[in-house]
T-cell receptor
């Protein structure tokens, strides 16, 4: 199947700093990328959907000024957690979808963020 | 009502047992349905898509009931390696985004 990578796989940062997470589709062009957050023992919660070259669509309750998403190319999307706080500590997972809407999403391996 | 609801679990079964998970969804316009498997601290991986006619892949059988808006997953002859959290995923129709159920944790014991 298609491969999606994320970098870094884990990061520890101090409160108040910003962290950037990269999501890359390695062998296909991702017209749409999704960012999810998963807290322990909970399911994935969609944060935002981004289409290449346009602004991301954020889910209700997700602060767009705090979670900056850039989808500048068909193979790369970035999520920047600005002014991180301990409550932002979570497992962040991206996924990418190629052509057809409703088609399979391919997930990255996730990034574990710990804010101290 | 949640967009996607699953059996809360956890399910603890012996090896060789048959186990079934159910999932209901609220958006009648949903078109695509999937079961994903997620191991601890890993990303979800597609287990199988769910088709209207039902489909089978080895020990796994998925069924869809559009009238009742529910999806099921049946695992026969459970293996230790089947231990994981199983996520029901539904296309909600708006922008064809996927919505995940909370997951059902399965533990298969020797």
């Amino acid at each position: 199947g298609a491969v999606v990578s994320q970098h870094p796989s884990w990061v520890i940062c101090k409160s108040g700093t910003s962290v950037k997470i990269e999501c890359r589709s390695l062998d296909f062009q991702a017209t749409t990328m999704f960012w999810y957050r998963q807290f322990p023992k909970q399911s994935l919660m969609l944060m935002a959907t981004s289409n290449e070259g346009s602004k991301a669509t954020y889910e209700q309750g997700v602060e767009k000024d705090k979670f900056l998403i850039n989808h500048a190319s068909l193979t790369l999307s970035t999520l920047t957690v600005t002014s991180a706080h301990p409550e932002d500590s979570s497992f962040y997972i991206c996924s990418a979808r190629g052509g057809l809407a409703g088609g399979e999403q391919y997930f990255g391996p996730g990034t574990r963020l710990t804010v101290t | 009502r949640k967009e996607v609801e699953q059996d809360p679990g956890p399910f603890n079964v012996p090896e060789g047992a048959t186990v079934a998970f159910n999932c209901t969804y609220s958006n009648s316009a949903s078109q695509s349905f999937f079961w994903y498997r997620q191991d601890c601290r890993k990303e979800p991986k597609l287990l199988m898509s769910v088709y209207s006619s039902g489909n089978e892949d080895g020990r796994f059988t998925a069924q869809l009931n559009r009238a009742s808006q529910y999806i099921s997953l049946l695992i026969r002859d459970s293996k230790l390696s089947d231990s994981a959290t199983y996520l029901c995923v539904v296309n909600i129709g708006r922008n064809n985004d996927m919505r995940f159920g909370a997951g059902t944790r399965l533990t298969v014991k020797p």
